[in-house]
């Protein structure tokens, strides 16, 4: 279960945020709030006090079962994300966002009768949904482990654009070492292509010590200009990291050809697709996306641990979690009235 982070980084502004489908509900925006402290306990306890309230309407209640179904998932808490999907289904059966996020969930867990049962459901209720659930599985299934990307890259693509993806720092402010390799990686590729610019995005997400600050710190001491690094300093995950890059080439209107991702080999695979996915959500125009990894191609195993956590990665990146996409998708396809 959620306990409430006991560190000393204040997450307010740290994304991606939790919930922000149900700001507009006064009962849920302060248990949203408690979630995007990072006060899980808190949260809990509040959505225990709401759903035993007499004077809460009851979609407000079942509303907070879907609520905590998305933050145990940015979580990979999954069996208790199912549970409360579940219960949510039981009242609004047809509901596209727990139809889908059931039969992701399902599948993460690897229990085929189950995934099958909500997509089938799915399927008669919304049959494009369906059919975009099943692209990401398969785009995620293609490309899971693949770390040879680096090799596929073709001869004589310049990259304009370098994405570094940052990585925890460590309690006494020195920075890990799977984030000084990238760094490394990253210079080698700023050094070869000296016309291409730097994405970069890190939150001070689990110490007090800024992702962002040590990655500018550490490049600028080896000479990189200032003005080819462009930076995010407010990503809590991979997602975030995402979600940070889209929002730099917004804020400086920036449009690149040929982007190459860089993160460490184990990460490289979830990381690469949920930057495609990010970027085509988003209709930004490109050529290619390309990725590498301080470590040679297929010089390590992959970690049982970063498979787990990249269907999700990529669902959270193509935004299909949060319920006013669903609402916003359903009533397109189907209409206002669907429950």
């Not at 195993?301 to 498979?307: F, G, H, K, T, Y």
Request: glycine share 6%; aromatic share 10%.
């Amino acid at each position: 279960m959620l306990n409430n982070y006991t560190g000393e980084v204040d997450p307010k502004d740290l994304r991606p945020k939790h919930g922000t489908s149900y700001l507009e509900y006064s009962d849920l925006k302060p248990i949203v709030d408690l979630a995007n402290a990072w006060r899980y306990g808190d949260m809990q306890e509040a959505l225990k006090d709401l759903r035993t309230a007499e004077s809460v309407d009851q979609e407000i209640i079942h509303l907070s079962y879907m609520l905590e179904a998305e933050v145990f998932i940015t979580h990979n808490l999954f069996p208790e994300a199912l549970e409360r999907l579940t219960i949510f289904l039981d009242e609004y059966p047809n509901d596209l966002q727990a139809l889908f996020l059931a039969a992701a969930v399902s599948a993460q867990l690897e229990n085929e009768y189950e995934k099958l049962h909500y997509l089938e459901k799915l399927e008669e209720v919304c049959q494009p949904l369906a059919n975009i659930f099943r692209t990401i599985v398969g785009f995620v299934n293609e490309h899971i482990g693949q770390v040879d990307l680096e090799e596929r890259i073709p001869e004589g693509v310049a990259f304009d654009a370098i994405v570094l993806y940052g990585n925890r720092m460590e309690e006494d402010g020195s920075m890990s070492e799977a984030l000084e390799r990238r760094l490394e990686k990253t210079l080698e590729l700023l050094e070869k292509y000296p016309n291409a610019k730097l994405l970069a995005s890190g939150g001070a997400a689990l110490t007090p010590f800024s992702e962002s600050d040590a990655m500018m710190e550490w490049l600028t001491d080896r000479g990189v200009a200032r003005e080819r690094i462009y930076m995010d300093e407010y990503a809590r995950d991979t997602v975030g990291n995402i979600i940070g890059y889209e929002m730099l080439l917004k804020e400086y209107d920036l449009t690149f050809d040929h982007y190459c991702c860089v993160t460490s080999l184990s990460h490289l695979a979830r990381a690469w697709m949920g930057f495609v996915v990010g970027m085509e959500r988003n209709e930004v125009p490109f050529e290619s996306i390309h990725a590498t990894a301080p470590e040679a191609p297929n010089s390590i195993e992959v970690p049982e641990i970063e498979r787990f956590f990249t269907l999700f990665t990529v669902i959270r990146s193509a935004e299909w979690l949060e319920r006013k996409k669903f609402i916003e998708f359903g009533e397109s396809v189907i209409g206002p009235e669907l429950k």
